[in-house]
């Protein structure tokens, strides 16, 4: 999903052994000979991208804490010349709302906050329909009736003028609170930017702390993800760790969308956070061990709350049956359940994933569009669960 991605927004998506991840270091991996393995079907299809310049990013894929696959291709900045690399910070786009529903579920773990707690009991200034209806609940879910704050007359040109985190948390919140609801809240489902900016508030709101502040210091801290963090515009135009996004004009020409004004001061609780592959690779380790919740609790964050209407499958491809969770969202393909979030941006695509009855976890993390053919989470996927 569009996160401050200024005039574009794209829909929900769908979702030999090297060392192992957790503790960093080199990630160059020798090609792989056998293309009849995961590794080597992707390796395969990465190498096509590659020489086709259709993909530009870091691939990183684990099987029971063991690097079997890490790649990087193109450029992170293409006017100075620096290369995409494992250890290249990504812009994650909807990927962050894994992270803001965590912190949501550690402050219901704790007893701070309940699931079925309204919007007024935190936040004032709602109409009424929304403070006395709306429930954590249905924010988590998308089910809440609220849309996405970008859509609203007036976003795009004031939130160009921001200049501090403080101003994108409480600007954003002021635009929301002007927002009616679309549905009776529970009675439908449409993706909300808007929902997960509340949630972000919440947690302002019950902990004391900035919403950035929390999750540098409850979810990306303790899970190790050390390169995570969300990161001011200003920086992302000038430091060589970051991947510049280079989506595609209507000619089909690339260009640094870094250059003009597409993203906001920083990201926010529903996106655009900044994170390696290995640090996500950190992150679903964190939340699948008992280190960011209870087991009790992670299930409750992983497991799915109700399906969305099925699609007919795609010439070539399996059915994909999609699920809605919190923050996490779900798929069944081919017989396997994958859990996970994906993102999208003005030349950003990203996904991290993890496969729990066959050990795997998958990230891809590009700043190039997805284009047709040039679907890399969509050939994990199908790899994977074949």
């Not at 773990?109 to 209806?133: C, H, M, N, P, W």
Request: aromatic letters at 10%; proline letters at 5%.
């Amino acid at each position: 999903m569009a996160i401050h991605s200024r005039r574009s927004f794209l829909g929900r998506t769908g979702l030999a052994v090297a060392p192992a991840v957790v503790g960093g270091g080199s990630w160059a991996l020798p090609a792989a000979a056998d293309t009849g393995t995961p590794r080597g079907e992707l390796d395969k299809y990465l190498d096509q991208l590659a020489a086709e310049d259709r993909f530009s990013g870091t691939v990183l894929v684990i099987r029971d804490g063991r690097t079997v696959l890490s790649r990087s291709i193109g450029f992170a900045d293409k006017k100075n010349g620096v290369r995409n690399r494992a250890d290249t910070r990504y812009c994650l786009a909807s990927v962050t709302k894994m992270f803001t529903a965590t912190a949501i579920a550690q402050l219901a773990q704790r007893g701070s906050l309940s699931l079925v707690d309204t919007i007024g009991k935190y936040l004032s200034g709602f109409q009424a329909e929304v403070a006395d209806k709306v429930t954590i609940h249905n924010l988590l879910t998308h089910t809440s009736g609220l849309g996405d704050y970008m859509q609203l007359a007036g976003y795009f040109e004031e939130s160009s003028t921001w200049t501090t985190p403080r101003q994108m948390m409480d600007g954003t919140l002021r635009f929301i609170r002007t927002e009616s609801l679309a549905f009776a809240p529970g009675t439908a489902s449409k993706y909300s930017n808007s929902g997960f900016h509340v949630l972000g508030s919440i947690v302002e709101k019950i902990s004391g702390e900035s919403y950035y502040d929390y999750i540098r210091k409850h979810v990306f801290r303790p899970a190790g993800m050390t390169s995570a963090d969300f990161t001011l515009l200003s920086q992302w135009r000038t430091d060589r760790r970051f991947a510049h996004p280079y989506p595609t004009d209507e000619s089909g020409k690339r260009y640094d969308a870094l250059d003009g004004n597409m993203f906001g001061v920083i990201g926010s609780p529903a996106g655009n956070a900044f994170a390696t592959a290995p640090d996500l690779v950190r992150f679903v380790k964190a939340l699948n061990d008992g280190t960011l919740l209870s087991p009790a609790w992670r299930d409750v964050f992983v497991t799915p709350k109700f399906a969305m209407p099925t699609l007919p499958a795609k010439p070539g491809l399996p059915e994909v049956i999609n699920f809605v969770g919190y923050g996490a969202d779900s798929a069944i393909i081919n017989g396997a359940l994958i859990t996970g979030h994906l993102g999208g941006a003005p030349g950003v695509s990203t996904s991290a994933e993890w496969y729990p009855s066959r050990g795997w976890t998958a990230v891809h993390l590009g700043n190039y569009d997805p284009t047709p053919g040039a679907n890399v989470n969509q050939e994990l996927r199908q790899v994977l669960t074949s």
